[in-house]
C-alpha cells in the first residue's frame, strides 16, 4: 500500500524544491555575469599559463595593460594578454615592446627570451608601429614564437569581445596562483 505524504512532508518538499531552484538561478546569474571556470587549451600563454589549467575569470573588473583575458572566439575562446589599449600605438623594435614611445618592461617574458637566445632568434620580431583603433586592444600571448595574436591572426580585438579577465588558476590544485 502507498503511503500517502501528510502536508507537512508536502510543504517540506516544495520548500526544497523552491530553494534549489532558486540556488541554480543564482548560479547561472554569477557564472554568466560575474566570475566563470575557463580551461586553457594550448601552449600561447606559456609559461604563464598551461594547457589544461582552469582559471578563474573575473567578469565584472575592467580590464588593463598587461592583463590576461579571456577573448570570445567564433568557434572556440582565447587567452591572451592586453598589450595596446584604444589609441595606443604598439611597437616591437629589437624584442623591447614600446607603448606610445615609451619602453614596457615583460617580466614574464623572461624564460621564454632566453629560449629564444638559446635558439639564436628573437622572441617577438619587430613588428609595427600600429596603432590600436578606438573600441579595440592588441593582444599577444606570452609563447610569442607560439601565439596566434593581433600580430597574425587575431588581428585588434573589440572591446565588446573581451569575456573578463583571468584572476588564478584553481586547478591543478598543486598549482593555485594569482595570474599576472
Request: hydrophobic residues 40%.
Amino acid at each position: 500500500m502507498y503511503k500517502l505524504m501528510n502536508s507537512n512532508t508536502k510543504k517540506e518538499v516544495k520548500s526544497w524544491a523552491k530553494s534549489i531552484i532558486i540556488a541554480l538561478g543564482i548560479a547561472a546569474a554569477v557564472k554568466t555575469f560575474l566570475f566563470a571556470p575557463y580551461i586553457v587549451k594550448g601552449a600561447s600563454m606559456e609559461p604563464t599559463l598551461h594547457n589544461q589549467e582552469k582559471i578563474f575569470v573575473n567578469k565584472l573588473d575592467d580590464f588593463n595593460r598587461g592583463d590576461i583575458v579571456i577573448i570570445k572566439g567564433k568557434e572556440v575562446n582565447y587567452v591572451k594578454r592586453v598589450i595596446g589599449l584604444p589609441g595606443d600605438t604598439v611597437l616591437v623594435k629589437d624584442d623591447q615592446l614600446y607603448i606610445n614611445g615609451k619602453y614596457m618592461k615583460e617580466p614574464y617574458l623572461s624564460h621564454n627570451r632566453k629560449l629564444a637566445e638559446q635558439m639564436d632568434s628573437k622572441l617577438t620580431g619587430d613588428y609595427g608601429p600600429i596603432t590600436v583603433p578606438q573600441h579595440k586592444v592588441f593582444v599577444m600571448g606570452d609563447n610569442r614564437l607560439h601565439s596566434m595574436d593581433s600580430r597574425n591572426g587575431l588581428g585588434f580585438i573589440p572591446e565588446n569581445e573581451i569575456v573578463g579577465k583571468s584572476e588564478f588558476v584553481f586547478f591543478p590544485f598543486s598549482q593555485v596562483r594569482e595570474t599576472k
